[in-house]
Nanobody
């Protein structure tokens, strides 16, 4: 079965850190762009980090310098290290795989697959309290 599964969400105080993990199965990372999205109630779905062969590493300004994406090809896993967390980072975080490597969309109304060959997880809640 082709799927990605996130883990590692939780609650933390402002200034703290969390690391999210995502394990992929049913496909390999070769030729796949991987990324993390987030969506808070009332907000658009935002790409907060992506990693891939052609695009390299991408972060929006809102998380640059605080979030780090990495991947372990041997384990078919990606990670999102989140430091200096802020209350506005509170959201459901989703792992996404772009198996065509066409580039993950930076922003959309709702977190859901944009193209037919994208694979998304169910999401993990991150809550940052002030």
């Amino acid at each position: 079965e082709v799927q990605v599964v996130e883990s590692g969400g939780g609650s933390v105080q402002a200034g703290g850190s969390l690391r999210l993990s995502c394990i992929a199965s049913g496909f390999t990372f070769a030729g796949t762009d991987m990324g993390w999205y987030r969506q808070a109630p009332g907000n658009d779905c935002e790409l907060v980090a992506s990693i891939g062969g052609d695009v390299g590493v991408y972060y929006p300004q809102s998380v640059k310098g605080r979030f780090t994406i990495s991947q372990d090809n041997a384990k078919n896993m990606i990670y999102l290290q989140m430091n200096a967390l802020k209350p506005e980072d509170t959201a459901v975080y989703y792992c996404a795989a772009d198996r065509e490597a066409l580039g993950l969309v930076a922003r959309m109304r709702q977190c859901q697959p944009y193209r037919s060959l994208e694979v998304w997880g169910q999401g993990t809640q991150v809550t940052v309290s002030s």
